[in-house]
């Protein structure tokens, strides 16, 4: 069993950065790929990103290439979000996931609560 508790969101301007936490609780952290997703209001939620068990591979959705990134810290089980250049569509709660060694999962088999993160024009 996994726990998954995702901070850091906020109100920021167009253009600012922002980096979200996912804190992880539970045995085996390291045996887990960690994927962030997001769901705008009256859109069905989305894939923004992914990072390998290992933490050396990434994995992200075309629409934030470049801008975001995942890293993870394995003693410390937590997974990051770093979103830079943040823009409007970028509004969203984000959600942390956890799926056991697979990659690229279809599948996550626990979620977060979600954060919401909200940029201004």
């Given amino acids: 069993q996994v726990q998954l ?8 301007q167009a253009g600012a950065s922002l980096r979200l936490s996912c804190a992880a609780s539970g045995r ?9 997703f997001r769901q705008a209001p009256g859109k069905e939620r989305e894939f923004v990103g992914v ?8 994995y992200y959705a075309d629409s934030v290439k470049g801008r975001f990134s995942i890293s993870r ?14 823009k409007p569509e ?3 709660v984000y959600y942390c ?11 996550y088999a626990y979620w977060g609560q979600g954060t919401q ?5």
């Avoid at 990072?51 to 990434?58: A, E, F, H, R, V």
């Avoid at 810290?73 to 943040?86: C, E, I, P, R």
């Avoid at 993160?117 to 024009?121: K, R």
Wanted: charged residues 15%.
């Fill in 97 to 107: 996931a956890a799926a056991q060694r697979s990659w690229i999962p279809r599948t």
């Fill in 73 to 86: 810290d394995n003693a410390k089980n937590t997974v990051y979000l770093q979103m830079n250049n943040l």
């Fill in 28 to 36: 085996s952290f390291s045996s887990y790929t960690m994927g962030w």
């Fill in 5 to 12: 508790v995702e901070s850091g969101g906020g109100l920021v």
């Fill in 117 to 121: 993160v909200t940029v201004s024009s």
């Fill in 90 to 92: 970028d509004t969203a």
């Fill in 51 to 58: 990072i390998k068990w290992s933490g050396d591979s990434t």
